[in-house]
């Protein structure tokens, strides 16, 4: 087992799916701890036990100088490391990795010293439900050590260029420890407030990208039916007061080009930020939505019009631009209905 | 009356209220004909004959070199003025400007030449709905003139800083000749396709207007309870993918800053776009879309929350942004209900 | 004279010209201070003292319930205040006013305790010499006081609606101390770096605002003699790898449109950025680039082209774009000197 | 040889360089003709006629429906093709594709009918001198065939994407005929007024785009000196008024992040637009500037700038960002030269 200095210079990271992957290598390649305290090693773990074989695989050639080390839990995870970072896709096992039994995170609390506990920070990456993640910190909390909630955007293109923008809630002083790490794979880091802040923010702001989405999709088909041609409707919001983020950068028709780049629309809604990870969200700020008494009508309309294409065998996997194409199919069907 | 030359020559302009007042006042001081074919000349009506008055009376001292002549009714504007337009702020009586009855435009064009009526152009600029302005359309046509539809966006302020945008539907030729006029008035002149075609723009354009507004409030809202500041949420949103031109120029959050310019939301939701005509906006594509068979399910969903403000002493003449307000109260509410 | 309370629950303000009479504005009306301290006061002086009269009054109407204080001299601000703002538009006498002398802040710290001169905050809104700032912001440390440097871009608008940027430069804690102050005035406040940041960054981003200014009427004066419509190329412009700030919102050229509101170029260059002060800001870029070494070929060659027009009385107080209209006179006057 | 008919339907291509290979790539897989003649058939020419062959071949199983036919010169493609499209990387040889000589297009016109030379519309996509370019225009009319200038933004990218932005300039009817085919190139096709307008408008933007590149280099590295991070001097600058195209998408400081995607600056400069044509460009520019009497201090300085770049082998085939480490490197030496 690590001694306690190897601890202090050790990061641990939970999660190398396809976006856990990519911030781990720009980890390893960019982060500058701000006191020079000898190299940095990482503790690594993933439920995919191929995928943790795999990455210490590849950087033992990219990065030979750099330690990786192999292990077998989230409890082992924290035994070797002083900042644990994770990043799971879905929010179903994730108290687990926490505190959740004698393999999370909270176990191995237990078995350190005061020091070694008061000097633990967790920063967890995963979008989940505020409410947990605010339980699970004040239990953390409680065994000594501290949590921030630091989900990120930006999609896996973000993540492997480095250029996520990470969204943090939780102590300020925490805060300011967890920076150069997350610098390391990110164009921003920006506190948001208190613990939940940073899901709040992330939440918030998804929201509003599936209602625009959703509504430039339903202006286009609506302008399109009534006799523009698309390119000159896209050209006219885009320097006009209907432009969004979708709009001038990931068009849902097919048939416009609003930049250089060709948007998901234009190859078969490939890539992108998929539809049911979209949905996910959506459902988070719809969740959340109830428990505070915020009206939310939209928001819950654009979420059940996402419901069914996330459950889509044909929808859930491209990116989430498609509803435009499911959208003017059904409207194509209830025309014909009309007649 | 007009000679056929002096007709040829003149422009007439139907409606001098908050808008046409202001881009009259461009017209005549900023159009420059496109062969010298001597002094413009321009024949006016309003139902509000005060208006006409002041508008002559205003005229006469700033440009006294311009003819400005007192029309009686549309059908006497189109006696003196080849080329016509209206800006008439509600669709109610709009017809009978172009085809209803002995005090019409269609009227006044059965007692001309052939060469006369062939000569004749009329360009709408009202907010209508799109399958009355193509249907008149198409009785002037028979008449043997034309009618472009010519919405405008850019409001109050736009009007008085000629800085309006133009979506133009209709005829090429016709379209052409229309430039020079309506550019003198704005800052983009644009031809979006055949009749109805500019109707069909404004229209989708504003729905996406109305979803992205009401959006984006449900978000700020949705945060704040969460826990955000919504200063640093609504900078997040403008660097990230929630980002719209309501969040980046017209922000209904009043206590969030983000531009050198106050928007309504910092002054009691006073000026701006007001809320009654952005209800009618959303009212139009609402019913454009039970025509066509469009999907609206996040429009009519936008159009039944501005619905009640529309018709509210409180809220309807305050700039559409004031919906912000009216939800956080409706949340408060519903969130004392709860205890 | 002041009690301690006293002092530490008033803020003394330097300088009450154009800019800072709405800075002191939106400070006495939108500032709360973090922890409930009692009503703060204001300790005003400007070497005019009608200013600070009127301001006086004014505010006896508006907010009657606030003390403000006239004082005889910076020392005399000192003296009352513990927070010290100063916004002074020239650099000229601006090392008087904290160290120069028996009526500078530095005479009067002498005067206090040491807990009263520790609980000192001066912050400098002023746009002046880097090195000059530093250096005095070292002499008041010594002296157991802080100074932050914090210049403001916004100009009168921004700083009329409270919608400035403020770029500051300084310690940390002290940073985290202004924020609430500086916030009262601001839509965002940014901490830079160590002293002198806030400054640099100022100075950098109006030198490059000189740059694509000049830069962008260079263009399109080339553009337009080769055949281009303006309108057609400064749209081609905007949505290509050309467009910046001057071109989507200060358009120098006055018959190009861009937005709804009129540019100065519109209205003469009458309001806006002057082009004395833009001047100011260049002389500084190029001086700072002297003392680091830093090559500024372009930097230096507009700061050549703006300084006999910053000494002009045709062009000193007109919107910095003015510009445009001189290098078009030019190069009619150097087109005719070729015939 | 081909029939009238035949002709009639076939469109030319000479020029199948980096860009040039896509674009027709992207003609003969979007284009579709106006009115169904027939299949349209392609008529090839480059200098290096491995390019040809290996179009033909890649087209033979992608389309084998579409007839491509190998040509021996330009006069070889106007006696095979209406509509000829040339995309040819400098101007050195451009006059002989057109009118140098028995290969080129005018000795085709010469053996073609009346019919067949007044149907000949040619479309050059090149950026070459305006004074050439509408020299040669105007030698192909007085033979009765036409020329557009139709020079392209948007790089190898946006030629593979079919997203090019074209700039256009010459007679409007021809305009008018161009569009489709130019339309399944490009996302934004702009009529900017006579001959040579639409090279004018591309040189005016792309010398505002190095004004603005070297500028923005000039004032990131003088706010670094004097002690700003550079990421937060890059923020600061993107929410205000120095922002650009190059701050906001092409930020030339490597350490500097601003959006979703690494720009050239993150991979050693590799990719985008390279110096040489850059430069290329400015010298254009500067050239004009002469001929027409403009001033272009700002200008010249920057060409002056980039010109040893262009002709240095470390940096002539790197993006134009570059130009920030030469600075970088030259104040450097120039800061240690003062020691």
């Known amino acids: 087992m690590a001694s306690q200095t190897d601890r202090a210079n050790t990061i641990g990271f939970i999660g190398l799916g396809a976006m856990g992957n990519h911030m781990l290598h720009n980890l390893v390649t960019r ?4 006191r020079d305290g000898g190299q940095t090693a990482y503790a690594l773990f993933d439920v995919n036990e191929a995928a943790v ?3 210490i695989k590849h950087h033992s050639i990219e990065t030979p100088e750099v330690p990786l080390v192999k292990c077998s839990s989230p409890h082992d995870v924290a035994k070797h490391a002083s900042i644990i970072i994770s990043m799971v896709p879905t929010g179903k096992h994730w108290r687990d990795v926490y505190v959740g039994g004698d393999k999370s995170v909270l176990s191995a ?9 008061s000097a633990t920070l967790c920063m967890d990456e995963s979008t989940i439900e505020q409410s947990v993640s605010k339980e699970v910190a004040l239990e953390l909390r409680s065994a000594g050590a501290d949590l921030l909630d630091a989900p990120v955007s930006g999609g896996v293109v973000g993540a492997e260029n480095g250029t996520l923008a990470i969204m943090v809630g939780g102590d300020k002083a925490s805060f300011d420890r967890s920076v150069p790490v997350l610098q390391s794979m990110a164009r921003k880091v920006t506190h948001c407030g208190d613990l939940g802040a940073g899901l ?3 939440i918030a702001n998804n929201l509003l990208l599936g209602i625009t989405m959703l509504g430039l999709s339903e202006a286009m088909l609506l302008g399109k039916r009534l006799g523009v041609d698309p390119q000159v409707l896209a050209d006219i919001i885009n320097t006009s007061t209907g432009r969004c983020w979708s709009s001038e950068i990931n068009h849902p028709v097919p048939e416009v080009k609003v930049g250089e780049l060709s948007p998901p629309a234009h190859r078969g809604y490939r890539g992108g930020f ?3 990870l979209a949905h996910k969200d959506l459902a988070l700020a719809v969740k959340a939505a109830e428990h505070t008494g915020v009206p939310l009508s939209v928001g819950r309309c654009v979420e059940e019009t996402y419901r069914p294409l996330a459950a889509s065998k044909e929808f859930a996997d491209r990116d989430f631009s498609v509803v435009y194409e499911a959208l003017d199919a059904l409207g194509s069907s209830a025309g014909n209905a009309k007649l």
């Open 53 to 55: 074989d795999s990455v």
């Open 200 to 202: 709040a923010a992330k």
């Open 109 to 117: 609390l237990r078995t350190l010293s005061d020091t070694e506990r």
């Open 31 to 34: 982060y500058t701890p701000p």
């Open 274 to 276: 998929v539809t049911k």
